[in-house]
């Protein structure tokens, strides 16, 4: 029980994933890699057998090296779009994902150990809202500036 929920379906595929909203001093921790030309969320599929609770806190130490606490579920966010690694590309994708607020420690200091799928190594970006980045999910750079108690849901479609 420890595969992803990645899922096929039809000539697409399914993904359930989690993503950590971790904000110090203003800025955000995202991710990227050697390939990509945007930054994304820390966090990474669900895997069966795990709560996403559970998802988020072992995606956030192994992409960061610290166990961190939840502090609230912030957004759901509904996303269909085309897959651009070797294993998706071009593949309709149906991502369900659930972000989560985490409790950031004081003397937080993150480290970088982990690879994307395609075996490109991955880095960790603190950045303002305010930065000119090409950032997923894009309504990060709206809504974290102020930031609710409420969930919110949003829905993205690239099928158009």
Not at 97 to 103: H, L, R
Request: with cysteine.
């Amino acid at each position: 029980m420890n595969k992803d929920m990645c899922v096929a379906c039809d000539e697409g595929l399914l993904n359930i994933r989690v993503g950590a909203i971790i904000m110090k001093d203003g800025k955000l921790l995202m991710v990227g890699n050697e390939r990509a030309d945007y930054l994304y969320s820390v966090g990474g599929r669900i895997k069966f057998g795990e709560t996403a609770e559970e998802a988020v806190v072992r995606e956030v130490f192994e992409e960061t090296g610290v166990k961190m606490e939840i502090d609230r579920l912030g957004f759901v966010h509904e996303n269909y779009f085309y897959g651009n690694v070797p294993s998706n590309r071009g593949k309709l994708i149906y991502e369900i994902s659930f972000y989560f607020y985490m409790k950031v420690p004081r003397d937080f200091a993150p480290v970088s150990e982990s690879f994307a799928e395609d075996d490109s190594r991955e880095h960790l970006s603190w950045v303002s809202l305010d930065e000119d980045v090409k950032m997923y999910p894009e309504f990060f750079r709206t809504e974290l500036k102020n930031p609710t108690n409420t969930v919110k849901h949003f829905i993205q479609d690239e099928r158009s």
